[in-house]
């Protein structure tokens, strides 16, 4: 035991899983007499690093501590200081059972756990929860999704390759290959060292490897042969998982997240998929937080903007313990059921429910190169040709690039380079005669053909200012593994955003056929994009098509009246 001042920590604590593998924890403990609610993280980036358990996701221990609160952090099966062999996600639920299990035996537990922490450590909770074990009171999940196939590894049939790659350069990989080597024959070892060592120099490189999946590869990272398939991709999203396990759930859940995340969907559908067990919204005990983060940056600057001091997630570890305090005592949490930052005004804001309550759909039909609120009365088709070896490059967006701890392409960014490039078409609105919230999920519908015998078709929504500046807002994709020839009715997902534009901008919409390396680049060829080589890579060409019989449009969520504003996220609801 460690002693700290005003706690002490037990180290390396050992816990025993059904399967009799043994998983070690750090136990920090108030430094007082007697039992004590505790909150658990189940990690798998090492218990010890302060950045992870507690940086990342917005909890601080010692605040914890002086509240009341005993903290367990526990290496995960397969990783750091836990024994066994890790395999991405397969054990979390009973894991996170037996862990939970052990802990109500324990003298310093009350008998009443909550569980915490980001991304992967989001998901132990998550599918801890889908089992629903004896005395979990509560989870809080932060930049995380419901999903791990769709949502996480999957968009509408394409990779999230940089996210995948970038998982297995930067946290993953190091430490499993350590602990695998010495199994391993000295060639193979070999080569999956030296792949690992070329992956972390040049991440850019890794992304453009051709074929993507090979024997290197699944010797440095052997789950990656069923992330890079090409059919669980396709199968993904008809793939539920464990939503409607959680949907027979009870305890509350404070989901948070953020709009330049790329499990931001994810997290909209898990709070979504809670928020339905109640009809009455106010029966309902789930919070919704909605920031303007990205994946590993929890600051006030996102993209290429400052979003002013109550941007960065500073105020969420007393949200957070203030929502277990409310559990614990069979209470509503005294703030509103969603909260929500927008960009445009840089402002946040409460609402009583989500969707947001007054949504209306709002339709901006493509005319030639235009946005416009009819269809036109012509026929009218724009062309281009889509070369898969020279994508079009992500630019901004909820993405993961360049990586953890830098972020610096995610959020909203300059699309000046690649609105000249001739693969991609623009279509622009006139300006806007008064400001238009835009606060839920966009979409666009597309008529489109490709000469190709596959297509990608990419979408992303763009606010253009007065200075003729376009800034990249929300970003998505279908993929389309069989095409005819013909035109055929696509609908792009785009996904969530909250954003305001303002008197005098133009909205704008991109389409291309490619946002490399955020996502895997269609051979366009009917191959397989995980297992083809440079050659069976084949250029195509790529129609978009609208009129009357045929109205591409897209499709943006309107707030008819504004919510209030809320200075960051801490709010006091008045008695």
């Not at 090979?214 to 992330?227: I, V």
């Not at 859940?253 to 709009?259: K, N, P, Y």
């Not at 898969?388 to 990586?403: E, I, M, N």
Request: proline share 6%.
């Amino acid at each position: 035991m460690t002693r700290n001042g005003p706690f002490s920590i037990l180290d390396s604590v050992e816990i025993a899983m059904r399967d009799g593998v043994v998983l070690r924890a750090d136990i920090w403990l108030p430094d007082t007499q007697g039992s004590w609610p505790v909150l658990l993280q189940r990690t798998p980036y090492r218990k010890e690093d302060a950045f992870g358990t507690q940086h990342i996701s917005a909890l601080d221990f010692r605040v914890a501590l002086r509240r009341g609160y005993a903290i367990v952090v526990q290496d995960s099966r397969g990783r750091f200081a836990s024994d066994g062999t890790f395999a991405p996600f397969a054990h979390e639920a009973t894991d996170g059972q037996d862990t939970i299990a052990w802990l109500r035996q324990q003298s310093f537990c009350d008998g009443q756990i909550a569980m915490f922490g980001a991304s992967y450590v989001g998901a132990t909770q998550v599918l801890a929860a889908s089992a629903q074990p004896e005395g979990l009171v509560a989870v809080s999940p932060h930049l995380t999704t419901a999903r791990h196939g769709e949502t996480w590894a999957y968009r509408a049939g394409a990779i999230e390759l940089g996210f995948l790659l970038l998982w297995i350069i930067e946290s993953l990989g190091p430490e499993d290959l350590a602990r695998r080597l010495p199994g391993l024959p000295v060639d193979i070892a070999e080569r999956a060292s030296g792949l690992l060592e070329q992956m972390q120099c040049d991440p850019t490189a890794a992304f453009s490897r051709l074929p993507i999946i090979d024997d290197d590869l699944l010797a440095l990272a052997p789950y990656a042969a069923d992330w890079f398939s090409n059919a669980r991709a396709t199968a993904a999203a008809q793939d539920r998982e464990q939503l409607a396990a959680l949907a027979d759930t009870a305890m509350p859940f404070l989901v948070s997240c953020g709009w330049n995340d790329l499990f931001l969907e994810g997290a909209i559908e898990l709070f979504e998929t809670v928020r339905r067990r109640r009809e009455r919204a106010q029966d309902v005990r789930d919070r919704l937080i909605i920031g303007p983060w990205s994946h590993g940056n929890p600051t006030d600057w996102q993209g290429d903007f400052w979003l002013g001091y109550a941007a960065s997630t500073a105020g969420l570890s007393d949200e957070q313990l203030d929502f277990f305090d409310a559990v614990r005592a069979d209470a509503q949490a005294a703030t509103p059921m969603v909260r929500y930052f927008r960009s445009g005004s840089n402002s946040w804001h409460a609402a009583p429910d989500w969707p947001l309550p007054g949504t209306a759909q709002r339709n901006f039909f493509l005319v030639e190169q235009d946005l416009r609120e009819t269809t036109g009365n012509d026929f009218w088709s724009r062309a281009y040709v889509s070369d898969p070896l020279s994508p079009v490059p992500t630019v901004g967006g909820a993405d993961f690039l360049p990586g953890l701890l830098l972020g610096r392409n995610s959020g909203s960014k300059d699309q000046a380079a690649i609105e000249r490039r001739d693969d991609m078409l623009v279509f622009t609105s006139a300006a806007l005669e008064a400001d238009l919230e835009v606060t839920g999920l966009v979409e666009a519908v597309i008529w489109a053909a490709s000469s190709g015998r596959s297509a990608d078709w990419t979408a992303r929504l763009c606010d253009v200012e007065t200075s003729g500046r376009s800034l990249g807002l929300v970003d998505g994709i279908y993929r389309q593994n069989a095409c005819d020839g013909g035109p055929t009715e696509i609908a792009i997902r785009l996904g969530h955003i909250s954003h305001l534009f303002r008197k005098g901008h133009r909205i704008r919409l991109q389409l291309a056929s490619s946002n490399f390396p955020r996502f895997d680049r269609n051979p366009q060829s009917g191959l397989p994009s995980t297992q083809t080589p440079a050659t069976g890579f084949e250029t195509a060409r790529q129609q978009i098509q609208g009129g009357p019989t045929m109205p591409s449009r897209l499709l943006l969520p309107v707030i008819l009246q504004e919510f209030p504003r809320q200075h960051g996220l801490t709010v006091t609801l008045p008695a």
